[in-house]
Every structure is written in C-alpha cells, then in structure tokens.
C-alpha cells in the first residue's frame, strides 16, 4: 500500500502533468511572470464557475480577507464580528487593521459562525459580519444577510476551505461560496480544494461599484501607471499560478465528488461507532469536505490520534486553540463566552482527505478507525 497522507498532492500532479506542465512552460517562453494573458483568463473563468459578478486574483487568501476590508473602507475601532473557531488569518486581518474583532461562538453541528450569536454581538459600532465557511460547508447565509441588511453592515466571506460549496436559500435558489455577501475571499493553498503551486488567492467582488477599489488596492492604490489614489498593498496573483489553476479548474467537479466519495466511505464506515461522532451535513449547504471532522471525547482525543499514527493514518487538529485564547488576541480582553467553539478545539479530529485515495487506503483508514475507537472505549 502506498503510505497515506493528510493531502497527496503529487499523485494528483501525475494525472494533470500533461496539460500542467505545457501550461508553465507557456508562461516561461513568454516571461510574462507578472500580470499575463492568463490571469485575466483565469480570473473569468472563475467567475463564470462561480456565478461572481466579478473575480480579482491577489497573492494569498490573507490577502484576499484583507482587500476585502480595506475596499469596505473601515475605520480603525469599527466592529467586525466573526467566529471565534476558524484558522488565524481570519481574525488576524481585522486587527491587522486596526479594527475591533468580535468573535462569537459557532453552531455544534455545522461549526460554523451561529447567526443568532451574531444576532447577539451586533452593536452600533458593527460595520462588518465575517462568517467562514468552514470545513468546505457553506454558513448559514440567509439569516446572517438578513441581519447585514437590516443593520446597514457589510458581509465578507472567507471562502477558502469551501469553493465551490453551494448554498440553498429558503425559496430554493442556490448561490456559491464566495459570491453572497458583498466581497468573497478565498485561497489557492496547495493543500485547499482548489491549490495552485504555492501561493495564491482571489477575491469574489459581488457589488459591481467595488471591482475597481478592489483591483485599485490589490495593485498600490494604482488607477493607472504611477497615478496612485489610495494607499494599497502590492499583492497578485503569479501568471504562473494563474496558469496552473486553469488547469486545476477544469477537475473541480471531479475532485469535490472524490472528495465526496471518501466522506461517504468514512461515514458508512464508522455510523454505528459511538467513541467518534461522523460530521453532519448542514440543511442548506452543498459539502466540498475540505476537511472529513470527527468529534472525539476530548480525553480520548489524542489516543486515538496516537493509534491512528501507529497504523500509518496520518490525521491533523484544526484547531487546536480557539481564536480568543491566542496569546496575539490577550489585547482584545476576555470578550464573549465561546464554549462551543472551546470544546470543539479538544474534540476535533480530522482525518486524511484529498482526490487521490485509493480503495486499499480507504480500507485502512477505516479498519483502523474501527480499532482504535473501539480500543480507547475499553
Ligand atoms: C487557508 C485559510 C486562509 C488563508 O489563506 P492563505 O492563502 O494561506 O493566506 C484564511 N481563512 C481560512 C479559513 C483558511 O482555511
């Protein structure tokens, strides 16, 4: 059996080299290294995917998140509230600038930002509400733009684990990850659903009286050549990447139904455990199951994480500490309670997820699964 891993990036290069490979040298032949043919093209292709008004491609998805915000125009002490279990850079980006992050706690069945928590943390300083779309699920969206509307507040979506996921709104019309709220961030990390060949990311502009700031502020506050409007960053996307990501666009649908195949596997493999709670699908939201998330007891976390390494299954905590007891976030002060996402920090467990399983692996993760959670209950 070929050893298993959290992500297997290469097997998956094995079977695009032929199309990726003419694809680099393209670039390479042209050195257009900075702002080539194929940004543009990627960045239509990935708006016609999505259904986004428009696409901006930057340099990584902290980046995208940051764009977003600067474009909204907030001013320092502006609230932006947000869940307090995602990855740093979420969070990180509103204090970067300067703004006051509120983090609220998230739902136990989807771990995504709860909209009556932020009902709660809604205040007159409130200018932004940054849900996640974590795992590969999309948040609940509708109740959390009805609140946005009803209190004059943008939406930025962090959609960097979940592109492609889809949303169901109540009267059935669907939209994807990214392209609800005013602006969508999302990241090409190799490692992310969609991963170029290092760094990469995008931002979905959905309010067409924003593509310009956002393209404007992604490049030095540039409206033409040496004309400079605004203070930005300098962050794009490679035409290198922007390549490879063509080319990575076109297997999307395949590998999200991959994706999807092995969560089917795990879930029909360990249903009728009790030791390991399998995740649940949210009632409004397509899965592109970034993550595959077991809930553990947390005091058996992390002997079943040791059983698992000793039979060769890789498996990783996402996140192993709430964002509010990070020791870069002690100047925000205690804050709101967030025992959900508190618990979920010692019981998350996530297990290998990627394209490229084969059905010998799946056999072993499973049996492994079985026998290890089996073992640690005795
Ligand atoms: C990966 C990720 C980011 C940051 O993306 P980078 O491209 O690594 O900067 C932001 N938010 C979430 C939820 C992520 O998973």
Redesign the pocket.
Known sequence: MEPIQLVDLRRQYERIREDVEPAIARVIATTAFIKGPDVESFERELAAYTGAPAVVGCA??????QICLMALGLEPGDEVITPDF??F??AEVIALLRLTPVLVDVDPRTFTIDPREVERAISPKTRAILP???YGQCADMAPLLALAKRHGVAIVE?A??AIGASYTFPDGTTKQAGTMGTLG?????PS?NLGCFG???AIFVNDDSLTHRVRMIANHGQSSKYVHDLVGINSRLDTLQAAVLRVKLRQLDAYATARNDLATAYDGAFSDLTDVLVPQRSATSSHVF?QYTLLCDAKRRDAIAAGLKARGVPTAVYYPAPIHAQKAFAQFGPGRDCPVSTELCTRALSLPMHTEMDAEQVEHITRSVREVAHATSL
Do not use: P
């Open positions: 990584n998805g902290t980046d995208a998140l995602t990855y850079a979420t996640v779309h974590l962090d960097a684990q961030a999302t990241s090409f990390f992310k760094d990469g990311g970034h």
